[in-house]
Structure formats: structure tokens, C-alpha cells
């Protein structure tokens, strides 16, 4: 279904992403700041190579005070008789890994953009942040056929990303299979400590085993995006035309029966989703199409930026 979009500051009518607008975006990825994790770590430049508390165990030492007893080395501990600790190889540079949600219904908009350029430029964003903490970039989608952007780091590995962001948000894909299929990828691609940007339609989230979200979230950072119009979220209560297809459609939203029924499908689903999510681990931020595209990140300086 589609319905009327009025245009976005730079002209462009909000149909189709393009590269120059998310190339722009990196301004605002800028002044602001993904939030600390507790669970998983922090945010931030990734630790440099030297022995630390990494991922990979590098070599054990002798205990000293301070040192953390979840990291005893009880096998060497045992046979030595001393107490010993595990050291970790730190990495060298996390991995930030794009996970492109392109069902259908992200393909429609009535306010400012189409759902699905705002996930692509909300991607846009969490490339140009995840590039300015140094991290390596890397993006799939739920297909049988197309293979995964691979990790790169620099502006590089931003474009290619942010390439394959317009390609997959212009129109529907060819062959989706889906978002749940899109994470098992995700998750032989990643490695632990790794951050994990989702970029989803709320519906999708139903399709994916909550075994699934609970598994990424347990080793990594996830963060899911999910993109909805103002529309879905706080519909008028009056009659709404739609072509569907060629087809001309009229919903009833004055009727309270009809107004039920729609709030179930679209701003029920949404809430319902971002609980579960949440209860398994990962955060999770509502972005309507007619928000500031970097909304969801949390200001560090002063100063307006690009919607």
C-alpha cells in the first residue's frame, strides 16, 4: 500500500535512498555517540593488540590480587598448585555487522520518507559510527544467493556498505527469504564481541525464534532498529483510501471495531516486539519515518544536525 510523502529537506522525495544523501549522514554519526554497554563492554575505539582482556585466550600467569576470579585458570591452578590467571589476546578491531530487514511492508511511507529509506539511512548512520570507533563494517540480508557484504575497515568499507544499503532499500530484493534466515548468517559471520545493528520492519520480529535473539545477544552487542510510520503508529480516525496493487482499498478507522483491528496490526505489533527483544537482551530504539534519521543515538555535542 502507499500513501502520500512529502519531501525531504534536500528535495529528494523519500521514495528510493541514494548514496550522496547517506554519504551526508556522516555528519551526524559524528556528534553523537552509541551508548555504553554493561553487559558486553563499551563503545568506543577498539583495543589495540597487547595482552589483555580480549576475546582469545593468549597465555596464563600467576595470580595477583586484583585480578578477576572469573578468569582463574583452574586446570594449570590445579597442577601447579598456584594460583593462576587467563590472559586474553585483544582484537584488533570489532566487527560492526548490518543486518538489512527487507520484507515488503517497509516498502511505504506517508510522512517524510518511505520505512524503508529510513532504515537505510538509519544504517547509514550506524556505519559512520561504527567507522569513527574503528571498527571493521560488514552487511548481509536474509537470501539464498546473494553473499554478505564482507568486513572491511575505513571509508572503504563504509561505501561498500552503504552501496549495498541503497541497492537493497531502492525496491523490494529479489529472492528475501526473510529476516530469521538474514540472522543465521549473521550469526557464523560474527565473532564474539562483535556489534550487531539490526534494521527491521516490526512485524518481521514474530517470524525470528526468540532463541535467536537471546543467542546473538549473549555474545555480542545488538542493537535493533525498527522503522515504522506515523501512520501504523497514530492513525486518524477517520476513513483512509489506499491502492493496493491497482486496487483501490478504504479502511474505516472511525469505526472502533476497524480502529482495533489496526492498532493490533501495526502499533500493537511494534510495542509487543520491542518487549521481547528487549527481555532477550538487545536494545532497541522505534524510528518513525519522520524522525531525525540519527535519533536513536544519544548527543555529544552541541550544535543542530542533519534530519
Known amino acids: 500500500m502507499h500513501g502520500p510523502v512529502s519531501a525531504t529537506e534536500d528535495g529528494s522525495r523519500g521514495v528510493v535512498p541514494t548514496l550522496a544523501e547517506l554519504v551526508a549522514l556522516r555528519q551526524a554519526a559524528a556528534g553523537r555517540r552509541v551508548p555504553r554497554r554493561g553487559r558486553h563492554g563499551a563503545s568506543g575505539p577498539a583495543p589495540a593488540p597487547v595482552r589483555g582482556r580480549g576475546m582469545e585466550y593468549a597465555e596464563s600467569r600467576a595470580y595477583t590480587p586484583g585480578d578477576d576470579v572469573r578468569h582463574i585458570d583452574w586446570r594449570l591452578t590445579a597442577r601447579s598448585g598456584r594460583m593462576h590467571t587467563k590472559l586474553f589476546q585483544a582484537e584488533r578491531q570489532r566487527l560492526t555487522l548490518l543486518v538489512a530487514d527487507t520484507a515488503p511492508a517497509l516498502y511505504f511511507g506517508t510522512r517524510v520518507r518511505f ?37 572491511a575497515g575505513g571509508s572503504r568499507g563504509a561505501l561498500r556498505v552503504l552501496d549495498a544499503l541503497v541497492r537493497w532499500y531502492a525496491q523490494p530484493p529479489a529472492g528475501d527469504a526473510g529476516l530469521a534466515l538474514a540472522l543465521e548468517h549473521a550469526r557464523r559471520l560474527v565473532r564474539p564481541g562483535s556489534r550487531v545493528y539490526v534494521l527491521a520492519e516490526p ?105
Do not use: C, M, N, Y
Request: overall charge neutral.
Open 115 to 151: 520505512k524503508s529509506v529510513q532504515a537505510a539511512r538509519a544504517g547509514a548512520v550506524a556505519a559512520w559510527a561504527a567507522l569513527r570507533d574503528g571498527d571493521r563494517l560488514a552487511a548481509l540480508r536474509g537470501s539464498h544467493d546473494e553473499p554478505p557484504v564482507p568486513p
Open 203 to 307: 512485524a518481521s520480529i514474530g517470524a525470528v525464534p526468540r532463541a535467536a535473539w537471546a543467542g546473538l545477544a549473549a555474545h555480542h552487542e545488538v542493537v535493533v532498529l525498527l522503522v515504522q510510520d506515523p501512520l501504523e503508529r497514530d492513525p486518524p480516525r477517520t476513513r483512509l483510501p489506499f491502492v493496493d496493487t491497482g486496487r483501490r482499498v478504504e479502511v474505516d478507522l472511525g469505526a472502533e471495531r476497524d480502529f482495533g483491528r489496526w492498532r493490533a496490526a501495526f502499533g500493537a505489533v511494534a510495542e509487543e516486539a520491542a518487549d521481547a527483544l528487549r527481555a532477550h537482551g538487545a536494545r532497541v530504539h522505534l524510528l518513525s519515518t519522520d524522525a531525525p534519521s540519527h535519533a536513536w543515538l544519544p548527543a555529544t555535542g552541541a550544535g543542530s544536525l542533519p534530519a
